[in-house]
């Protein structure tokens, strides 16, 4: 049996449901830092889904959805301040998501990069073409992962970091990190950030921009005071700054 | 493939999930609305206990408004891409539940009944291939795909109910899968 083999079959019965709990969880946290795993996901849910017509509608409880509207209320209502402030550099968030969608399944598909990871760079608006050196990126992972909006700026080389949907387990904190070709392949650190109520802003002067345009750029969840080892210890969420101009 | 859900087309859906991702939460009830009663119908088949589905369902509306913004029209019809996150919901907390096989017998037979409602629903195209090809797995085969993906249930759990070791309904499963995917060809 090849692994090739190994990991459709992993597919297969990740999506038919018949995988224990400890390698449901395996198969999730691996899907997204592995493209083919992800893409044979994909491909048997498409295979299978033809088999949910065999569901019948059952109506639910008249009144459940205020349940979910008070749950989703204080998302929503940061969702349409976030998109009625505009930040130079940084696009309005649920825009961006959305041409985020198209833009996955268009140029890029899954295989380029990590399934859950979303990055994209954007200049200030959605509509023109990247410039003044202006980049901004997206990290989401699912949605029990924080999402974080990072605008970078080349010129002044600064990066801005601003949390959208991230919120901090108790006795924890966000660390931020870089991958460039100029300091080889371990991450270095940024720093923390240590307040994510609000925008966090580094300097960046010891980097030549062009190496800062194919960095890459990741945010680890790290015990308080940031990572004991010096490398990223906890989830991190990570991706490639990568222009997208029309 | 432009699938109905109710008297709301797939581009009205498409259309709603739209709206939601930029923070509307009306749009977001129709979206409830006109899906609600399919996607309950796939956690209650699996988790088979009103008041939990209920709690799930809720949880999985919620997870559908976060991850709005990540749905690919290219990819999945929406309707497809909710029912995968309700399936999975479904399956995660079942697996959870009921890691031991505990299901009685008696609840076998209205559970399983397959044949009524598979024959009325084979409509689409694609449908009836899948169909097709599972027709030509034996039917202890067959059924086991249909258990599992339809109804959540677990390797032990197939192992008990057709008396053979863990190691063999996953044996049956792969070559089953193999099978389905060679007939299918994609």
């Known amino acids: 049996m090849t692994d090739r083999d190994d990991i459709d079959m992993l597919a297969a019965e990740y999506v038919l449901g018949t995988l224990e709990p400890a390698q449901r969880q395996s198969v999730e946290t691996r899907r997204s830092q592995e493209p083919e795993l992800d893409r044979a996901i994909s491909d048997w849910e498409a295979r299978l889904s033809t088999l949910n017509a065999h569901y019948d509608e059952v109506a639910p409880s008249r009144d459940l959805f205020a349940g ?25 968030f649920a825009k961006l998501k959305r041409r985020l969608a198209v833009w996955r399944a268009g140029a890029l598909g899954a295989a380029a990069i ?47 970091i601003r949390p959208v949907e991230a919120t901090v387990p108790e006795g924890k904190t966000y660390q931020l990190w870089i991958v460039t070709e100029e300091t080889g392949p371990k991450p270095k650190s940024l720093g923390l950030l240590e307040n994510i109520a609000n925008p966090t802003t580094k300097q960046l002067g010891g980097f030549d921009p062009a190496m800062l345009r194919n960095a890459t750029f990741g945010i680890s969840l790290e015990p308080e005071g940031g990572s004991p080892t010096g490398q990223p210890t906890g989830p991190a969420i990570h991706g490639r700054l990568i222009s997208v101009a029309q | 493939m432009h699938v109905a859900v109710g008297m709301t087309s797939t581009r009205d859906l498409e259309n709603l999930l739209r709206q939601s991702i930029e923070g509307n939460t009306d749009a977001f009830e129709q979206l ?47 309707i497809t891409w909710m029912a995968t996150i309700a399936r ?15 299901i009685e017998d008696a609840d076998i037979e209205t559970l399983i009944s397959p044949d009524s409602a598979f024959d009325q629903m084979a409509v689409a195209d694609e449908m009836r291939q899948l169909d097709h090809c599972l027709n030509d797995l034996e039917d202890d085969r067959q059924q086991i795909v249909k258990m599992a993906y339809l109804e959540g249930w677990s390797r032990a759990e197939l192992a008990e109910r057709f008396a053979q070791p863990v190691g063999t309904i996953k044996t049956w499963l792969h070559r089953s899968l193999r099978q389905l995917k060679e007939c299918l060809g994609t």
Not at chain 2, 48 to 66: K, T
Not at chain 2, 90 to 98: G, K, T
């Open chain 2, 88 to 102: 999975n919901r479904a399956i995660d907390i079942v697996r959870r539940q009921r890691p031991e096989a505990d």
């Open chain 2, 32 to 78: 409830y609305n006109a899906t609600s009663a399919k996607l309950f119908g796939i956690v209650l088949r699996i988790l088979r206990n009103r008041a939990e589905s209920e709690d799930a369902l809720q949880d999985i509306y919620v997870r559908i408004w976060q991850k709005a913004g990540d749905f690919e029209p290219g990819r999945a019809s929406i």
């Open chain 1, 114 to 160: 990590a399934a859950s990871l979303i990055v994209v760079v954007l200049s200030g608006d959605l509509n023109s073409p990247v410039q003044n050196g202006q980049f901004v990126a997206v990290f989401h992972r699912d949605d029990t992962q924080p999402a974080f909006v990072m605008s970078v700026d080349l010129e002044t080389r600064e990066v801005t």
């Open chain 1, 68 to 92: 979910i509207r008070a749950r989703i209320e204080g998302a929503a209502q940061a969702t349409r301040q976030a998109a009625s402030q505009h930040v130079p550099g940084v696009v309005e």
